[in-house]
């Protein structure tokens, strides 16, 4: 399976089917042990959060959102970078980060071609203008006809000189202005679907390796009383991600704006070609309207999904699913919590119905040309043809074959296998094994789907984690985020590889750029998990949890 995902020589979907055909017949697991692995609570949570993300594309949600973020940062080149890279990343947190970036892109250009258009069209005044001031004058004092015939062919050959003068000149602006903006170009293409890899890793369903992550930790370790879930990762990577995130501005300005901070972030000065780059945002945030039901409507139970996620089991408190539902057991999880919400989209009317004082009404009879007819209700906020055509099914089902893999390795005894192979690595310090681990997942994720990356490894690393004694989240935490940060090359994830036609990079421009973005990310995720990672989790001791009895010898 390893092979066949790393080769897509059928389709990873595929591959992660076979499960139900080899285990059964190698007499692992039984057909029903097996079958069940694919419709998990991860399953379930992952459904649920693509079903919120359909309906906030299916109204064109985020990109209002990200507009009017747009709109408040400004134009300024490092500002401008910033912003693309903070909403980006947001809404990468909630929705596909191929969605994110594939919206994203085409606003990032618009901004750009606005700013070099309006730039050329000011140096073509400037020149002009100056060409005009340094006409020749006529002479009064002349009054022979061979005195003005001499002085007009001498005017006439200043004139073409200026001329000349002025093309040259353009000519070498022109050269500096496309220099300067296939710099820009790249930069924020590459900020852009950067930003929307790091942003997925922010949240439990942001990304499919960190619903992996719980999966496997639910699978491998049943009694671990729900140690991940929303709340507690969101507390331990989002300050991760922002770390990350600003740090890779950082990079991306030195690498494509240089340090002049004066000329990039430009000091609150304002030139024309500013104010009509800002009118194209603008434009484009008109064109959107008033924001309707429909959208209001999504926001509510977006935010109201987001809060009863946060609020269901904080850590620090009795959360709500505690003192009703949880007091013997974990029956209410994060993924009864998404489908329940994500249910309302199939209930709430996608605009108020009008009754009779309003103008006519939604599913009242009216008469026309006689005969009673009933108005249709208004349609729900999704349907569930809408839910068809984008939901990923494949994804589904990969997820359940990584689960119905690592539950084969626990039953046949590989886990316990590889974890005693692995044992001599309890000699080295913790910490060296996770920046080993992450430096070997990361390069592993350039080549391999990050959903394929992290199936493979997590099982592994919580066998390895279980023979050494340390504590299994210390390794799999920080493998399953560096198996999202694949920023080399354009292949490693569908965001660079959008970013790669739109923005006129070459693969060395990808390399040099997510080479050091991936050092900073693997570094940046051994901090955390050394510091308030640590304390979040209680990583220094091995818990109880996680001394589980294998299966067969």
């Not at 020749?136 to 200026?162: C, G, H, N, P």
């Not at 040259?168 to 293409?189: F, N, P, Q, W």
């Not at 992450?438 to 023979?467: D, H, K, Q, R, Y």
Request: aromatic share 10%; net charge negative; with cysteine.
């Amino acid at each position: 399976m390893a092979l066949y995902w790393c080769t897509e020589c059928i389709p990873l979907a595929m591959t992660a089917l076979l499960p139900v055909i080899l285990f059964p017949m190698m007499g692992i697991m039984t057909s029903g042990a097996v079958c069940v692995q694919y419709l998990t609570d991860s399953n379930m949570l992952f459904i649920g959060g693509l079903l919120v993300a359909i309906a906030v594309e299916n109204w064109n949600l985020h990109k209002r959102i990200a507009l009017r973020v747009l709109l408040l940062v400004g134009v300024r080149p490092a500002l401008l970078m910033m912003g693309f890279m903070g909403v980006t990343a947001f809404l990468s947190m909630w929705i596909s980060n191929t969605a994110t970036t594939a919206m994203m892109l085409p606003i990032a250009q618009a901004v750009l071609e606005q700013l070099c258009a309006t730039e050329a069209s000011a140096d073509e005044r400037e020149l002009g203008n100056t060409g005009n001031d340094n006409q020749a004058f006529e002479l009064e004092t002349k009054t022979s006809k061979e005195d003005i015939v001499k002085t007009q062919l001498s005017d006439m050959t200043v004139t073409r000189d200026e001329e000349r003068d002025v093309d040259s000149i353009l000519e070498v602006r022109k050269k500096a202005r496309d220099l300067k903006y296939l710099l820009l170009t790249k930069g924020m293409s590459l900020s852009v679907c950067y930003s929307a890899s790091i942003g997925g890793t922010a949240t439990l369903t942001g990304t499919t390796p960190n619903l992996i992550l719980k999966g496997q930790v639910d699978k491998l370790f049943p009694a671990n009383n729900d140690v991940v879930n929303f709340a507690s990762w969101f507390g331990f990577a989002f300050p991760n991600m922002v770390i990350m995130l600003s740090l890779s501005w950082l990079w991306l300005q030195f690498m494509y704006m240089g340090l002049n901070m004066k000329k990039s972030f430009g000091c609150g000065s304002k030139n024309e070609g500013d104010k009509e780059a800002y009118e194209v945002m603008k434009e484009e945030y008109r064109k959107l309207g008033r924001m309707s039901f429909a959208e209001g409507g999504v926001l509510t139970i977006f935010v109201l999904l987001v809060v009863m996620w946060f609020t269901r089991e904080p850590g620090f408190m009795p959360g709500w699913a505690t003192n009703l539902f949880n007091k013997d057991g974990q029956y209410v999880t994060d993924g009864t919590v998404a489908i329940f919400m994500s249910t309302l989209f199939f209930v709430v009317p996608s605009r108020l119905p009008r009754f009779g004082c309003c103008g006519g009404s939604q599913g009242e009879e009216v008469e026309e040309g006689g005969e009673p007819v009933v108005k249709e209700a208004p349609p729900m906020l999704l349907n569930w043809k809408v839910v068809h055509e984008r939901m990923p099914w494949n994804i589904i089902l990969l997820l359940g074959g990584g689960f119905a893999l690592a539950a084969g390795s626990e039953e046949s005894g590989l886990s316990q296998w590889l974890g005693d192979s692995l044992s001599p690595l309890q000699s080295i310090p913790p910490f060296a094994i996770s920046l080993l681990l992450c430096l070997l997942v990361g390069t592993f994720t350039e080549c391999s789907s990050n959903t394929a990356t992290t199936t493979l490894f997590l099982p592994i690393l919580a066998s390895m984690a279980t023979a050494i004694k340390l504590h299994p989240l210390y390794v799999m935490i920080p493998c399953t985020i560096s198996a999202s940060l694949a920023f080399m090359l354009p292949v490693a994830t569908p965001p660079n590889a959008i970013a790669f036609s739109y923005g006129n990079l070459k693969v060395i421009d990808m390399v040099k750029a997510g080479f050091i973005l991936n050092i900073i990310g693997i570094l940046s995720v051994n901090l955390g998990i050394n510091t308030w990672g640590s304390a979040m989790f209680k990583l220094n001791t091995f818990p109880d949890w996680a001394n589980v009895t294998h299966g067969k010898p």
